[in-house]
Structures are given as C-alpha cells and as structure tokens.
C-alpha cells in the first residue's frame, strides 16, 4: 500500500530510504553517541538502535542547541541519517539539517509512519510504501 504527504521542507532533498521511525522525542546532545550513530538515551524506545542512514522519523527534536552541532559530525562521520521526518522541526533540529545539508520535511503527521516502511522524499512530498505485516 503507498500512501503520499505533503510538508513543508526545511532543507531539500531527493531521498529513498528505510524508516526508523519512534512517537518520542530525540535530544542529539546526550542522546546519540556521536562516534556510533546510535540512540543512547536511557528508555528511549530507540536506545541502542542505529539512525545511520536511516530516514529517522520522529516528532520533534528536544534539548541544547549543541544538538544542530552533533547533527554536523555525524554527517561528517558517514554516521547521519539519510533523511529526517518530522510532525513539528524545531529550531535545534532545523539548524542541524541545514549545517550538515540532511534533507528534512516537516509537518507530517508521523504516526502514519511505521519502522520498516520505505519513504522516498521528493521535496515536500513524502511517498510511504508500508511495511507488510510477516505472514
């Protein structure tokens, strides 16, 4: 099933992609290990898991403006997610997508977006082919 929304672009992109998708907030200062690209936040749902070139779904970013920076070196690592989706980008994580030129759309309702499903973003679009339940 394919599904197609329509946000608003914080920094452009053409990008397809896996999703990694979580309904809780990413602070990137404290809360991704900038040497590994994984969530380090202690009981976030995504602790442990890797955003490395994933399109990283989530409904807005959380903490110190040092978090745009961390966003920077995880670009420069290769260690960046491919893409960011958000339902509200707040000015951390806009700052961040455009030092590190990481394509972001907000303004999307992200709890239509499952781990798994495959997202090509197209400017403000974002096509979401869902994910198929295992038999």
């Known amino acids: ?3 197609l929304l329509e946000g608003r672009v914080i920094w452009e992109g053409h990008v397809e992609g ?21 969530i380090i936040e ?15 779904v989530f409904p807005y970013g959380k903490g110190s403006t040092v978090g745009s920076y961390i966003l920077l070196r995880l670009k ?22 455009i030092i590190a030129e990481i394509p972001c759309v907000d303004l999307i309702d992200v709890g239509r977006i499952s781990t798994g499903d495959i997202l090509r973003i197209d400017g ?5 082919w869902k994910r198929m339940p295992k038999p």
Do not use: W
């Open 124 to 128: 403000p679009r974002v096509e979401i």
């Open 1 to 3: 099933m394919k599904l």
């Open 42 to 56: 202690k009981g976030h749902e995504l602790e442990g898991v890797s955003i490395s070139d994933k399109i990283l």
């Open 76 to 97: 420069k690592r290769g260690l960046a997610p491919r893409a960011i989706i958000n339902q509200k980008c707040e000015p951390i994580i806009a700052v961040g997508v």
């Open 18 to 38: 896996e999703a990694l998708a979580t309904r809780q907030p990413i602070s990137f200062y404290g809360g991704v290990d900038p040497e590994t690209g994984r």
